[in-house]
């Protein structure tokens, strides 16, 4: 009886495996899929402590898996047993889930806490581990990879949770959140290299992998090209006038049409020596305050070049989820092309809001925003 039932297992098992072979194709980006529209969902529905949390369970949750997973291959080599077999078939699922969720969160809070025009290298190689996670699968179950890879989502999370723990931002995040993954990384290294034998061969290529990202990040972060996650802008605009009314501020706007809507850029009708302002919303996380600039740059079409003409500042505190509403003005505009650049105190730009100054027209229509 009990050698029937263990066939009668085992052919549970073959067909299991063989579900799985023949639909993983389609499985795998699909979970890889839902986590990340697990991340729309949540940034858009939930309150950012509570979708930092969500992130915080799974890193955890594909922390495990991974270690987990290399733990059980080993063991399945040399022994036999059901339920583990099972698990480690649904591993790779659930995994790609939480994995999904993790780059989802970093290409988000990349997007929209930084400048495109310089942050889209970091997005592309987002975007680009995303993509080679499937058509590169078989490369993807090495264990150089998946920890070089896990390396990288461990500074990006590290970047993004760690503010709301410590009450900080700055490059002293940045430097704590890559110390923090390199420490746990070689820890379980040194300790899988130990009683897993694939790790252990490629224990060399490994290190240098996860030396190469920890690497790679510092370059691009001194480069200013990652973003001060998770500091973002939430909307900005330029205006006629500006003033305070109770808790919200009302903004004197240039009515668009909807084609001059999808035209990106701003175009405004201004007269020489006249006061423009600019308004943008930052978020911040909860008891953070920081020092918000604005770099309001005209463009020289002689020296092609962009010539810095002021950069006020004031102090954002964190927590409102619209983000603190602050802005500059300048009385020193001329016709041409303008951008006004959102950075932090040590020059990381958040945002840029370019706008084209015009002649001033009688035919410009205004209207009355509440912010």
Known sequence: MIIVDRIRESRKLAHARAWVARYECYAIPGALLVGVAFDFLTFRTLHIESAITLLYVHLQVAFVLMVG????????????????????????????????????????????????????????????????????????????????????????????????????????????????????????????????????????????????????????????????????????????????DGSSYRVLAEHESVVQMLIPGQRVHAQAGERLFVYAAVFAPAHVRTRIVHEWQSYDPRTRQWMTRSRPSFVVSGGREQGYRGYSYSDQVTQGLWRVNVQTEDGRTLGRLRFRVLGFSNATEFEELKK
Do not use: C
């Not at 993790?102 to 942050?119: D, K, P």
């Open 69 to 244: 997973m290399a733990f059980s291959d080993e063991y399945l080599l040399h022994h036999r047993a059901r339920v583990l077999s099972y698990a480690r078939l649904a591993a790779p699922f659930v995994l790609q889930i939480s994995l999904g969720a993790l780059l989802g969160a970093s290409f988000i809070f990349y997007w929209f806490s930084g400048s495109l025009s310089l942050s889209w290298p970091i997005l592309l190689i987002v975007a680009a581990v995303m993509v080679s996670n499937e058509t590169m699968r078989d490369a993807f179950q090495e264990p150089r990879v998946q920890w070089s890879v896990f390396t990288y989502i461990l500074i990006a999370m590290g970047m993004l949770i760690l503010p709301f723990w410590t009450n900080r931002i700055g490059w002293e995040i940045f430097v704590l959140a890559s110390v923090m993954a390199s420490v746990v990384i070689m820890a379980v290294l040194f300790v899988l290299q130990r009683f897993v034998g694939r790790v252990h061969d490629q224990l060399a290529s490994t290190v240098k992998g996860v030396a190469l990202v920890v690497v790679s990040m510092g370059a691009l972060y001194a480069l200013n090209i990652i973003p001060p996650i998770p500091l973002s802008v939430r909307t900005a605009g330029v205006y006629h006038d500006l003033y305070r």
